[in-house]
């Protein structure tokens, strides 16, 4: 992006939660720039079965009989086969809007905590809301979402906190002003050749 047709930069951090904002989406997240501290989105639900819990222990290696083994598991504190944790967290993951149009790649997750156990049958769905926004650059910004996983009595199974690369919203150059006065056509912006943050290793900082 040519700095001159870049938008200025804000502080999206510093301004409070607008009460009267209509920041919840389902589907279609905004861009990074679109987005304000207090946003939110809740999921569709997904049911755990017989076929996830297995797959999940083949695919892992995690045989624990707290999920593979239904006589074992009823003589357990739960009194019957649950789900892998890191299954219902993955599973929260999927449920969330990873729309490739914003959605970049996910860097951290963090402060997960398991709350209840989701047996076989239990529906879970997700709610996210926006607590922090850190610009990178033109390209990209980091945004930490809190992330609380329920089940089907609107129960807390799980929270943690994920930080999302997320896309922002290009600019276009307008018209005349993308040549040179001379009226000889503008070389290229030394920044279309850059690498993005995730290649240049902008992120590890």
């Known amino acids: 992006m040519n ?12 301004a409070p939660p607008d009460p009267n904002r209509d920041g919840l989406w389902r589907e279609a997240p905004p861009y ?20 996830d819990v297995v797959s999940f ?8 009989p707290q999920h593979a083994d239904a006589a074992w598991a009823a003589e357990s504190p739960f009194g019957r086969r649950i789900a892998h944790g890191m299954l219902v967290i993955s599973y929260a ?11 970049m790649a996910l ?11 989701v047996g076989l049958g239990d529906t879970i769905r997700v ?10 650059g033109d390209e990209a910004g980091l945004v930490t979402l809190a992330v609380r996983i329920l089940n089907q009595e609107g129960e ?13 919203q290009a600019v276009a150059a307008e018209g005349p002003a993308a040549a040179d006065p001379s009226g000889t056509a503008a070389a290229p912006s030394p920044t279309d050749e850059e690498l993005s943050p995730i290649q240049d290793g902008r992120l590890l900082a």
């Open 127 to 136: 709610q996210a809301k926006v607590a922090n926004l850190r610009p990178l």
């Open 3 to 14: 700095p001159q047709t870049a938008a200025p930069p804000r502080d999206l951090t510093a």
């Open 57 to 64: 222990a083949s695919l892992t290696g995690d045989w624990h």
């Open 93 to 103: 993951l999927g449920l969330l809007p990873i729309d490739p149009r914003v959605v």
């Open 107 to 117: 860097r951290s997750m963090d402060s997960a905590v398991l709350k209840r156990p």
């Open 32 to 51: 990074f720039d679109d987005l304000r501290i207090g946003d939110s989105m809740e999921s569709s639900g997904r049911t755990i079965t017989e076929y």
């Open 156 to 168: 807390l199974v799980a929270r943690m906190e994920i930080v999302v690369l997320w896309r922002r």
